[in-house]
């Protein structure tokens, strides 16, 4: 039989994509105490709840700007307000349909109608700009690991993970692009900065939850969270998040239900903004209506 060229059905992969996201829901639902995961959540710190939602929209100012660096090699004069739009777009569309990658592909539509950019160009584009965004991630994780007690994996083993972490980029680019490696410091460093605004948000919700005694740990754990939510075997990563916060919780020496709290917590703050999207949306359709 030849598999080669075997495809699943779109209905075939949403439906797979919500027995998933059944499945972690149940686990979800039995693995935590609601009374007092409730508990937690109207006890949550408004102010820490603000500093949060604050670095997560920085943090996305930041993605931004790093997405421009990359298309700004091939079309210099591109403005940033016109990609910060387009950005934002993104994300709304990554929330609104299933699949988690809805939002590149809007990117990509808009970007070859305006610039012309081929459609090899553009895929090229959007895993530069993933890839960077995943060795930022596993950078902050490997040296947030070197302070946790009960990680349990060999200190050299760590180092090691960083130290490869260092060296990627430099492959990387040179596999996926040759003329980005021009930017590779720029791109390097805003990466970086997304995951660290991000790290600081996460921070927040640790304070907001009164876990503060835990926060290497859960902004470790943060990480891991991180990592998962872009696999796409969820609708919108929803829940997934907060089952590593479950799990990951007893495995640092944290308490499970501030822990997922924080997950949640983390979820509304991005769905909430992303949802800023529908507004920009708004703006374009009546911007584009023909006057009477």
């Not at 940033?80 to 699949?99: A, D, S, T």
Request: glycine content about 8%; overall charge positive.
């Amino acid at each position: 039989m030849n598999t080669a060229g075997f495809h699943l059905h779109p209905l075939a992969k949403q439906i797979i994509k919500v027995a998933v996201s059944a499945c972690i829901i149940i686990l979800l639902v039995r693995g935590i105490d609601w009374t007092a995961f409730l508990k937690t959540l109207r006890n949550t710190h408004p102010l820490c709840l603000a500093w949060a939602t604050a670095w997560f929209v920085c943090s996305k100012w930041l993605s931004a700007a790093r997405f421009l660096t990359l298309v700004r090699v091939d079309v210099p004069q591109f403005a940033f307000r016109e990609n910060l739009v387009l950005y934002w777009k993104g994300m709304y569309y990554n929330l609104l349909l299933p699949g988690g990658v809805s939002g590149d592909a809007y990117k990509m539509k808009v970007l070859r109608e305006q610039t012309g950019m081929s459609v090899p160009m553009l895929i090229r584009l959007v895993l530069a700009d993933r890839i960077s965004g995943v060795i930022a991630l596993l950078q902050w994780a490997s040296l947030l690991l070197l302070f946790v007690p009960g990680a349990g994996m060999p200190t050299l083993l760590i180092w090691m993970l960083l130290l490869s972490s260092l060296l990627l980029p430099l492959f990387f680019l040179y596999v996926v692009r040759r003329p980005y490696q021009k930017c590779r410091h720029r791109l390097a460093a805003y990466s970086i900065a997304v995951q660290g605004a991000q790290l600081v948000s996460a921070a927040g919700l640790v304070f907001a939850v009164g876990q503060q005694q835990y926060i290497v740990e859960y902004l470790a754990l943060f990480l891991g969270s991180s990592l998962a939510t872009l696999i796409p075997f969820t609708i919108g990563g929803a829940g997934a998040r907060e089952l590593v916060f479950m799990y990951g919780a007893p495995w640092v020496g944290g308490l499970v239900e501030p822990a997922v709290a924080i997950g949640f917590l983390f979820y509304l703050i991005s769905t909430g903004v992303s949802l800023f999207g529908i507004f920009l949306l708004f703006r374009r359709n009546k911007a584009s209506r023909p006057n009477p």
